[in-house]
């Protein structure tokens, strides 16, 4: 059985402070796709990772697939209150199956 | 542009009742998938599609069933619901088999069964 770990499972932050999320498995991975969903919304794509040891930025969020496509890391920079909402990681194998991680559910107090 | 759109947000069902979970895309989507989200436990797939006519198992499909008459509606179906059952539930769809492509999920559904 494929399984993603992501920790921590819950961040709880002040706004400016800088964090990381982390997701892990023994599984490699075609591709891995970060998504952010809010309270009483579905997930949302931030981005997808392919190529090993790749980073992607999308403004104050860096995005990078481990070397051995096992692993990925989400660092935030300046956390905002909008930042607030549940990360998921999903690990793709290629075909029509996604692997979604537990979550980490991320709280900016301002 | 809707997207994916479930329907109803919220649902209260007894021990024993069935009821059908709809979800429609107008993105021309080929996939589409059917999840159930507990706390802490992320998302498990339920039933997927890969085109009209064609539905399979996931992980966790006891109790469920499906059916993909268009390649819009991939609707839900709970016959005999039980406590267990209770979660929220999202629809997503994606374009193809190119897993680098985008889910696209609904707002789900919360059901609860009491």
């Known amino acids: 059985t494929q399984l993603l770990e992501q920790s921590p499972q819950f961040l709880s932050i002040q706004e400016g402070e800088n964090l990381t999320v982390y997701c892990n498995s023994s599984?490699?991975?075609?591709?891995l796709q970060w998504y952010r969903q809010e309270p009483g919304e579905g997930p949302v794509l931030l981005v997808t990772?392919?190529?090993?040891?790749e980073v992607k930025k999308l403004k104050r969020l860096t995005f990078q697939f481990g070397d051995a496509r096992k692993d990925s890391s989400l660092h935030i920079t300046a956390a905002q209150p909008g930042d607030t909402g549940l990360y998921l990681c999903a690990g793709n194998t290629g075909g029509f199956k996604t692997i979604f991680g537990a979550g980490t559910r991320l709280f900016v107090k301002a | 542009n809707a997207g994916v759109t479930q329907t109803p947000k919220f649902r209260i069902l007894k021990i024993g009742q069935s009821m059908t979970l709809q979800c429609t895309q107008d993105m021309n989507h080929n996939y589409m998938y059917w999840y159930r989200q507990d706390p802490g436990m992320g998302l498990k797939l339920i039933y997927y599609?890969?085109?009209?006519?064609?539905?399979d198992k996931g992980e966790v499909p006891n109790g469920y069933n499906v059916s993909r008459s268009t390649t819009e509606d991939f609707p839900l179906r709970l016959e005999l619901a039980a406590p267990s059952q209770t979660s929220v539930y999202f629809c997503?769809?994606?374009?193809?088999?190119?897993?680098?492509?985008?889910?696209?999920f609904g707002d789900g559904t919360r059901l609860s069964i009491l």
């Open positions: 997503a769809s994606r374009l193809d088999n190119n897993s680098n492509q985008p889910q696209h």
């Open positions: 599984s490699v991975f075609s591709s």
């Open positions: 990772v392919v190529t090993g040891g």
């Open positions: 599609s890969v085109g009209a006519g064609i539905t």
